[in-house]
């Protein structure tokens, strides 16, 4: 039936947006993106982020493997 189609998330997205990963322990967000893009490419999505424009931002995507995708006006969106 088409409600058991909208039910079955992997139906449908084909995107992952990630708004805001934070942690207090240092490399621990690290390894949420690394898990978190393993698990998602699986899944055939695409990751997307909406980051601050800020050094600090830039180097954590950098770093764990993201590109630029976008810049906006008070944004920058990374893919993995």
Known sequence: TQVRVLLDYRQWPTKAIL?????YKKGSASKLIKAFVKRMRSEKLRIITMSPKTNMARNFHLKNGAKVLKTNSRTINYEY
């Open 19 to 23: 708004y805001s990963v934070w942690s």
